[in-house]
């Protein structure tokens, strides 16, 4: 008999408990609605890097814009790919290498920088290519 009435026995801290439950509730619609705005940023910089003429600077806020609550790499990916096609190689190589570090098995990553690398790193050019074939999973 104690067992069903300790069941049955009200909660101690129900508002409390509820108060929880709003913030966390609160917190998931609030990333939910930083993401959806982030993938928003992101989808409508894509164009502006193939306008006439690209509109690199432009593309490259928008990506920044994008930045608050991301958790993979991939803005600072196509921040690097706008900055090598707006002629910063220097940077888009240093920014490309730091994503690899976060994110080692990034494929497309390896093999962009194996490309970015050709003419003046070819032997690190060759290890990213390498690297980009490891991860393909296929057996070539």
Same mark, same amino acid.
């Given at each position: ?33 930083? @993401? !959806? $705005? /982030?993938?928003?940023? +992101? ?8 306008? %006439? ?11 920044? =814009?994008?930045?608050?609550? /991301?958790? =993979? ?10 900055? &090598?096609?707006?002629?910063?190689? !220097?940077? !888009? ?7 690899? $570090?976060?994110?080692?098995? /990034?494929? %497309?990553? &390896?093999?962009?920088?194996? +490309? &970015? ?9 060759? @290890?990213?290519?390498? $690297? ?9």
């Amino acid at each position: 008999m104690d067992r069903l009435v300790s069941a049955t026995a009200p909660h101690r801290h129900p508002l409390a408990l509820r108060a929880v439950l709003f913030v966390l509730a609160l917190m998931a619609a609030g990333y939910l609605f930083i @993401a !959806a $705005r /982030n993938a928003e940023l +992101q989808k409508d910089a894509l164009p502006l890097l193939v306008s %006439s003429p690209p509109q690199y600077q432009k593309a490259l806020r928008m990506f920044g =814009d994008a930045a608050p609550l /991301n958790l =993979d790499q991939q803005r600072l990916q196509l921040i690097a790919g706008t900055r &090598w096609s707006a002629g910063d190689q !220097a940077g !888009a190589i240093a920014l490309m290498r730091r994503v690899l $570090r976060d994110e080692p098995d /990034n494929q %497309s990553g &390896w093999f962009l920088l194996s +490309q &970015w690398l050709k003419a003046s790193d070819p032997a690190g050019a060759a @290890a990213a290519k390498a $690297r980009a074939a490891s991860l393909d999973g296929s057996t070539r």
